[in-house]
């Protein structure tokens, strides 16, 4: 045997003799999610308690510590109280607890901006989530919304943070970024989707969160997780061109953790 066979031979047997490293689990760098759709059966998100566990379960395995869980609330599908949605975290608290995942749960909305939201601002009844009280709220998908900045301005006053949920996903902002930024002047912030990254929702959508990433547009980062098939979302997130930007954000999941 020359040197080189009996260099290449001890190699093999060094890298025999080693344990096993663990496969690599990719990690979450912020640990609160506040955005998804976990409690079963209250909107479109998921079905059964079975698939709200497992999306928990993956979402605690890439560190995510918090999740503040957002169903809808809208006049017309999904008119869910104040009432009906904390009684869902408490069972969603317990069963947590009783299945030994390392989460912690709260439910806020994420709330469409129509006649009931503004039954709800008025009477003072939204749930909103952090020290700051953000409200997460979406407009339609048919036509930019009227009275927007109207809105976030009585939030504010009323002492609320607006957060406006994938202002992505709007393709009446998609070729004019003049709204959001007076949206942005006006004191609203905004939540990127992780999907929005991935091209998950098409190529516009991942176009305009491009142009929010640079625009250094985003403050908060969310899953929107409805079922467990968007649990391949994250491996895609962190390989996606452009996560090195996301990086650079100055992300707010992070002063919700201990919260
Ligand atoms: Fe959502």
Same mark, same amino acid.
């Given at each position: ?6 260099? =290449? ?23 609160? #999610? ?8 209250? #909107? #479109? ?7 709200? =566990? ?26 869910? $109280? ?25 439910? @806020?909305?994420?709330?469409? !901006? ?24 979406? $407009? ?34 998609? $070729? ?52 467990? @098939?968007? =649990? #391949?979302?994250?491996?895609? !997130? ?22």
């Amino acid at each position: 045997m020359n040197i080189a066979n009996q260099v =290449l031979s001890q190699l093999r047997a060094l890298v025999r003799n080693q344990p096993a490293s663990p496969p690599l689990q990719p990690t979450c760098y912020w640990q609160t #999610d506040i955005h998804s759709h976990l409690l079963p059966g209250v #909107d #479109d998100g998921v079905t059964s308690l079975e698939d709200a =566990l497992t999306c928990l379960k993956q979402l605690s395995a890439w560190g995510i510590q918090r999740v503040i869980t957002t169903p809808h609330v809208s006049q017309d599908w999904h008119p869910n $109280t104040q009432a009906s949605l904390l009684a869902g975290q408490t069972m969603l608290r317990d069963v947590v607890a009783e299945h030994q995942i390392p989460i912690t749960i709260d439910v @806020a909305a994420e709330y469409l !901006l129509d006649d009931l939201f503004l039954d709800l601002l008025r009477a003072d009844q939204l749930l909103s989530f952090g020290q700051q009280k953000y409200v997460l709220f979406e $407009t339609g998908w048919a036509a930019a919304p009227r009275f927007v900045n109207e809105i976030i301005f009585h939030l504010l006053a009323q002492g609320y943070q607006p957060l406006l949920a994938h202002p992505e996903r709007y393709t009446y902002y998609h $070729t004019d970024l003049k709204p959001l930024a007076e949206l942005r002047k006006a004191g609203c912030l905004f939540q990127l989707n992780w999907g929005s990254m991935t091209g998950r929702y098409g190529r516009r959508v991942q176009a305009q969160a491009h142009r929010l990433l640079t625009n250094k547009w985003v403050d908060f980062m969310g899953s929107d997780m409805h079922r467990t @098939a968007d =649990l #391949d979302l994250f491996g895609k !997130l962190i390989t996606s061109a452009d996560y090195q930007l996301l990086q650079q954000q100055p992300l707010r999941n992070q002063e919700l953790t201990t919260t």
